[in-house]
């Protein structure tokens, strides 16, 4: 089965510094594409920045990018240059698209990592 | 605006009572889902639909019902409340290709007394 793995359940970092978060994930599909949400106190579930499996080049979106090492099944998400703005909730998800032959699509997300800002 | 929308967005209910969620989105995706997101065990898929009049069970299915007779619209029931049933519930849609079409509502928050 497909699983997600986040084992930093708490980070913190200084603002203006970088920030790793972790995730790994484990699948036997050659087609998949992996994801990054941020989740505020507010609780809407935001969009970060998305990877497909037989992408060469990491994504990168404005302070974010993934670090894909697909060797390692590993896509970490990088922030550069953190703010205050930066505290929430953050997943990894993976898209499983199929099901014994049928298309699901199902995001499958990680635990979550709780990023703490500090200034 | 476009997007997904959830009704209530709070809930308190008594255990044994009953109650549905909606979910509606105006993007004509084919692909809906509910999430129930409890705190340490990130966002787990109660069921889902990959298109109208279909639905399929997901990771966490017992207790739940869902329904999926219009393609905008996406039910979630509760026959008999417990209080493991207290959770945020998320639902989300997807279009049929491109890979960050994922919509999420602003989700629900129920709890069972």
């Known amino acids: 089965a497909q699983k997600i793995t986040q084992t930093q359940p708490g980070m913190f970092v200084q603002e203006k510094e970088a920030v790793t978060l972790d995730c790994t994930y484990d699948t036997s599909d050659q087609s998949y594409g992996l994801f990054w949400y941020k989740q505020p106190s507010s609780g809407e579930m935001i969009f970060l920045i998305y990877q497909g499996s037989y992408d060469e080049q990491n994504a990168t979106e404005g302070r974010y990018s993934l670090n894909f090492q697909k060797a390692r099944k590993s896509a970490n998400l990088v922030i550069s240059a953190s703010q205050l703005g930066d505290s929430a909730m953050y997943f990894c998800a993976m898209r499983e698209k199929y099901v014994n032959g049928g298309a699901t699509n199902k995001l499958i997300f990680g635990t979550g990592t709780l990023l703490a800002v500090q200034p | ?113």
């Open chain 2, 1 to 113: 605006n476009a997007g997904v929308t959830q009704t209530p967005k709070f809930r308190v209910l008594k255990t044994g009572q009953s109650m549905t969620l909606l979910c509606a989105q105006d993007m004509n995706h084919e692909y809906m889902y509910w999430y129930r997101q409890d705190p340490g065990m990130g966002l787990r898929l109660i069921h889902y639909s990959v298109g109208e009049g279909t639905t399929a069970k997901g990771e966490v299915p017992d207790g739940y019902n869902v329904s999926r007779l219009k393609k905008q619209n996406f039910l979630l029931g509760l026959e008999s409340a417990a209080p493991s049933q207290t959770s945020v519930y998320f639902c989300a849609s997807r279009a049929p290709t491109g890979f960050h079409g994922y919509t999420f509502g602003s989700g629900t928050r129920l709890t069972v007394v």
